[in-house]
């Protein structure tokens, strides 16, 4: 159980592109996702908390209008990086929690490596 | 804020032998919770152990055990008998319960662990 699936797991796109990355729950239901950057050789940083209904709550220096995030089921959470440069190039991964008997635990999906040309 | 401190870089062990990655932390908070995820090259968060800070028992999922010092802010992961297959990338998190739908994880910057055959 407790398997979340993230979609492409690599992406390639020319500058000034759109790119949407999926992030689904297939055996639960995730009142919470969470998504993350993560540069190469270097830890997780946490970008945004998405819950179910609601509006994505940013971390510091994060680009809304840039990493666009719908959660709009309680199992897809959606992360679209508009208009992407080069610099946007990175490793982005997702999580997803489970309700309140969740245990505070997140699954993660197996990333998407995103390259901007 | 909190920060988690992974100081092993890297580490190396013969494949059967036991090894202990070092983890702290720095919070004033009192009801967190502390976990160990690992990153194979396949790039995929696995959960490891989770502890919860208000428990004395230290966790154990099979080979793998904490040794949790709470005073000290210590979250030290012992694998015993270690096999090819712990080859990965070991990420010490912190999450303090703020409330539900917002609770944020803060990764360390990691150690890489090779299993010698």
């Known amino acids: 159980g407790a398997v979340v699936s993230q979609h492409p797991s690599r992406v390639i796109c020319k500058s000034g592109t759109s790119v949407k990355i999926e992030c689904r729950s297939l055996?639960?239901?995730?009142?919470?996702m969470f998504w993350y950057r993560q540069f190469p050789k270097q830890s997780l940083m946490l970008m945004a908390t998405?819950?179910?209904?609601?509006?994505?709550?940013?971390e510091q220096g994060v680009e809304k209008d840039k990493f666009l995030i719908n959660h709009a089921s309680l199992t897809l959470s959606t992360l679209t990086v508009t208009s992407a440069h080069p610099e946007d190039s990175s490793f982005y991964i997702c999580?997803?929690?489970?309700?309140?008997?969740?245990?505070?635990?997140?699954?993660f999906g197996a990333g998407t490596r995103l390259s901007v040309l | 804020a909190q920060t988690v401190t992974q100081s092993q870089p890297e580490m190396s062990v013969q494949e059967a032998e036991t090894v202990t990655l070092s983890c702290t932390y720095d919070?004033?908070?009192?009801?967190?919770?502390l976990f160990w995820y690992k990153q194979p090259p396949s790039r995929q968060m696995i959960l490891v152990i989770r502890?919860?800070?208000?428990?004395?028992q230290n966790a154990t999922e099979n080979r793998f055990s904490v040794n949790f010092q709470k005073a000290a802010k210590s979250f030290s992961l012992k694998i015993s008998d270690s096999q090819l297959g712990d080859t990965a990338m070991y990420f010490c998190a912190f999450m303090i319960h703020i409330n539900f739908g917002n609770e944020k994880l803060t990764f360390g910057t990691g150690t890489r662990l090779t299993i010698i055959p």
């Open positions: 999580s997803a929690r489970g309700g309140a008997g969740a245990k505070n635990i997140q699954y």
């Open positions: 919070t004033s908070e009192s009801n967190y919770y």
């Open positions: 055996d639960f239901q995730a009142t919470t």
């Open positions: 502890q919860e800070a208000y428990k004395q």
């Open positions: 998405s819950n179910e209904g609601s509006k994505a709550t940013y």
